[in-house]
């Protein structure tokens, strides 16, 4: 693998998978080296955990930054925000101890997800033939009220005849398709509503325009880090659609999700899990058996950070990964949890498909196309020897490098860090 260190004064970090491939520690460990982080689409159904000395914190809305003392935080425009969870997260924050005041700024043209939006989920996955697995939080129908024209926007807090009108209807739309489902109003909606816009007010106080910050912030000299949620494969686009989710994850949302122009970016970093794993309904072509299912997931922890579902575990899939490189124009891969494969005898990777109409070697557009693929498998040993310690390359086992160096050549992008544990000190850096 070649030296070389994370430079750049924009930086992406991207997720390479289904998500959940350990963002939060990366982000956590770049965060050191940068003066702003902003994050750049989702809401509340993305769950970063970041492990600081013994302590926990599972951020949804707020960038895990926010652990690294006078670092500025951003939610740009491409996030949709709960405005009553972000409050929670946020004095949460505050209770610990995290100096949270002065330092986290809302885009003023980000979305707003309403009480109505949670409810409009509830009914759309209770009706829906094709269940998605979403979280449930009323992210999808803020995205919808976006393109629908009909959203509520960050600065449109200040105008209370704009909030009038738009929450209006938003409450008269998710009523309506309620009389149509047959489903009972419990009265509460109002309630949830008016509580939202009074932490609506509270909000108003950190709106900013993240895009002209970010520009400031490099024209002076600073560092910036785009901070995505969930992963390529989610991506709206990119991903395996219709089970994806309602945003752009992939390095292109994070121009346009935060307000600035692609050609400010300059590094992007694809964060990949050293196996595969996925929440949500959808296919996983290199699903484990129920047993090895069951193993790894208990040897990775792998259950949401959010919803505590547990996610279905897998081999690492270098389709996907090559995939994930190119539509994000990686400049470097971030290897996450390789301390999870420690005691198993034998790892695989796959690196083609076989499907009814030969062999393939990219990640197929058709979803109902992948779900039916048989990976074709690369078998390498394991190396059965704990990885908890290394901290350069040198101080893995050969047969660890060798898989590295696969992934590497699999994916023809640069491994730039290797993470072997939950605690910041647990990376190697190359
Ligand atoms: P994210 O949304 O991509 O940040 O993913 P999660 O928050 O679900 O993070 C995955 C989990 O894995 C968290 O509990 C992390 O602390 C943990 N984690 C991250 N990197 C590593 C690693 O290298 N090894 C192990 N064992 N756990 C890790």
Not at 302 to 315: D, I, K, L, V, Y
Not at 342 to 354: F, G, K, M, V
Not at 373 to 398: C, F, I, M, N
């Amino acid at each position: 693998m070649p030296e070389g260190s994370i430079s750049g004064r924009c930086l992406v970090v991207v997720g390479c998978q289904w998500g959940d491939e350990g963002k939060g520690k990366i982000v956590d460990v770049l965060a050191e080296d940068v003066d702003v982080i902003a994050r750049y689409q989702g809401g509340a159904n993305a769950g970063h955990t970041v492990h600081v000395a013994n302590e926990e914190f599972v951020l949804h809305q707020i960038p895990s930054g926010v652990v690294h003392p006078g670092k500025r935080c951003l939610l740009g425009n491409g996030v949709v925000l709960d405005v009553l969870d972000f409050f929670e997260e946020y004095d949460a924050l505050e209770a610990r101890g995290i100096e949270v005041e002065g330092r986290v700024g809302v885009s003023q043209r980000a979305h707003l997800v309403m009480p109505y939006h949670r409810l409009l989920d509830k009914v759309a996955e209770d009706r829906a033939t094709q269940k998605i697995g979403t979280t449930g939080r009323g992210i999808g129908p803020a995205y919808e009220a976006k393109a629908g024209r009909r959203g509520l926007r960050v600065v449109d807090l200040a105008n209370a005849d704009r909030v009038e009108t738009l929450v209006e209807e938003g409450i008269g739309r998710v009523r309506r398709r309620m009389a149509d489902a047959d489903m009972e109003d419990d009265g509460r909606l109002d309630e949830a509503v008016e509580a939202a816009l009074i932490a609506g007010e509270r909000l108003q106080g950190l709106a900013t325009d993240t895009g002209l910050e970010i520009m400031e912030a490099i024209r002076g000299g600073k560092r910036i880090l785009l901070e995505g949620a969930q992963g390529t494969a989610l991506d709206l686009d990119h991903g395996t659609y219709p089970f994806v989710t309602s945003s752009n994850t992939t390095a292109g949302g994070a121009a346009t999700g935060s307000g600035i122009g692609p050609t400010t970016i300059d590094t992007v970093i694809g964060v990949v899990k050293a196996y595969t794993t996925r929440v949500g309904n959808g296919p996983l072509p290199t699903g484990f058996d129920e047993v090895m299912d069951e193993r790894l997931r208990e040897l990775g922890g792998e259950f949401g950070a959010t919803t505590g579902r547990p996610r279905r575990c897998g081999w690492f899939d270098a389709l996907l990964a090559r995939f994930s490189a190119r539509v994000n124009g990686l400049t470097g891969l971030a290897v996450t949890k390789l301390d999870v494969l420690d005691t198993l005898h034998e790892i695989s990777i796959a690196t083609a498909y076989r499907t009814p109409g030969g062999t393939v070697e990219e990640f197929p557009a058709d979803t109902w196309q992948l779900g039916k693929v048989e990976p074709v498998y690369e078998t390498l040993p394991g190396w059965q020897a704990p990885t908890h310690e290394a901290r350069k390359l040198a101080d893995l086992p050969s047969a660890a490098r060798r898989y590295l160096d696969r992934v590497e050549e699999l994916t023809d992008t640069p491994i730039q860090m290797v993470s072997v544990g939950t605690r910041r000190r647990q990376i190697i850096r190359v």
